[in-house]
């Protein structure tokens, strides 16, 4: 049986070998490209999407129309990470503030209904580095998980799609274990 595929779109991140070895160790192949070369469509190359995290410029709409197209118009699951789930957020009319600058292990409340958190206890640490935060989900999407920093640490779109996270999943083993409930979608 082939591999799986993992597209996944380099925002920026510092981070970008541990996430795609994340991804190779729960038994898919990765490939990355950086926001500004996303192909146009998937021509049936990937299973999934991963949009990774970054100071991103969630609100130059412009810059990311063409991520958010290919994102909004697969046919396959897709994970946003911290600034991905932001800028997607964005795009579908979601507000970002401000708020406590947090880097290091935070604990979130999940929603154990979602397959997403199948490996999961109902409270998981997770790593944060950031000072963005999205205060409600954006129409089309609902809010799956929630710390008392922030309303939306994890979002899913209604029709159960694509995921979104405010937190750095390639950090951590509860984030390892998210990322394998992700994995469990498209295998």
């Known amino acids: 049986m082939a591999k799986s595929r993992v597209l996944v779109v380099n925002n920026g991140t510092l981070s970008l070998p541990q996430l795609r070895k994340r991804f190779e160790d729960l038994g898919s192949d990765t490939e990355a490209v950086d926001a500004a070369s996303v192909p146009a469509t998937l021509g049936g190359r990937y299973q999934a999407i991963v949009l990774s995290g970054t100071k991103v410029r969630a609100y130059d709409q412009d810059f990311y129309k063409p991520l958010v ?17 932001q800028l997607i957020a964005v795009s579908a009319g979601g507000r970002l503030e401000e708020g406590e600058s947090r880097v290091g292990g935070y604990e979130v409340q999940v929603d154990k209904t ?3 958190f199948e490996y999961v206890k109902p ?12 205060q409600e989900a954006p129409e089309g999407f609902r809010s799956i998980g929630r ?8 979002m899913r ?5 694509i995921f979104g996270a405010q937190a750095h999943l390639e950090f951590r083993s509860d984030g390892m274990e998210i990322l394998r409930g992700f994995a469990q979608l498209y295998q």
Do not use: K
């Not at 197209?69 to 789930?85: H, K, N, R, S, T």
């Open 69 to 85: 197209d290919l994102v909004m118009g697969a046919d396959v699951p897709v994970f946003a990470i911290c600034g991905g789930m």
């Open 114 to 116: 979602e397959p997403l």
């Open 147 to 154: 710390s008392e920093h922030a309303p939306v640490e994890f």
């Open 123 to 134: 409270t998981v640490t997770v790593f944060h580095r950031h000072t963005l935060y999205l």
């Open 157 to 161: 779109s209604e029709d159960g799609r």
